[in-house]
């Protein structure tokens, strides 16, 4: 269900939304939102994509824009206990590239950061890799 309502922003950029909606959303301390922003339209969106506790994963990837590069990718996370939260990937067309980006949960997840990163290399099709802990 959408509600409207008009808040104030503070001194600080800061939003303060009213209790029960807040409550909602999840919007608690700790809480990790993917936030979208349109600087031409003049707007963001908001997502939850974490409650507390988690601990979280960029992804950065650029891979060979064919069939099967994005299964065997998210089958190495799967292996290792990782769970994607969020992902997003986009054609660069003229170069037969995709680029990814994904937000995981590795809070169940053993495999070191490198060991991560030099598997991802290792799979058909991965050009590219960017790893960073989501803090």
Do not use: C, Q
């Amino acid at each position: 269900m959408k509600h409207y309502e008009i808040v104030r922003i503070r001194e600080d950029g800061k939003v303060e939304l009213p209790f029960e909606y807040a409550h909602e959303l999840g919007l608690v301390e700790g809480a990790y939102f993917l936030v979208e922003i349109d600087t031409g339209l003049k707007e963001a969106h908001l997502e939850r994509i974490a409650l507390p506790g988690k601990k979280l994963l960029e992804v950065e990837l650029v891979v060979e824009d064919r069939p099967g590069v994005l299964a065997r990718v998210s089958g190495l996370f799967g292996r290792h206990g990782a769970n994607i939260l969020f992902s997003e990937s986009e054609e660069l067309k003229e170069l037969d590239l995709a680029a990814i980006v994904a937000v995981l949960d590795v809070s169940k997840s053993r495999v070191p950061l490198e060991e991560l990163e030099r598997e991802l290399l290792k799979v058909e099709g991965v050009r590219e890799v960017s790893l960073k802990n989501v803090e």
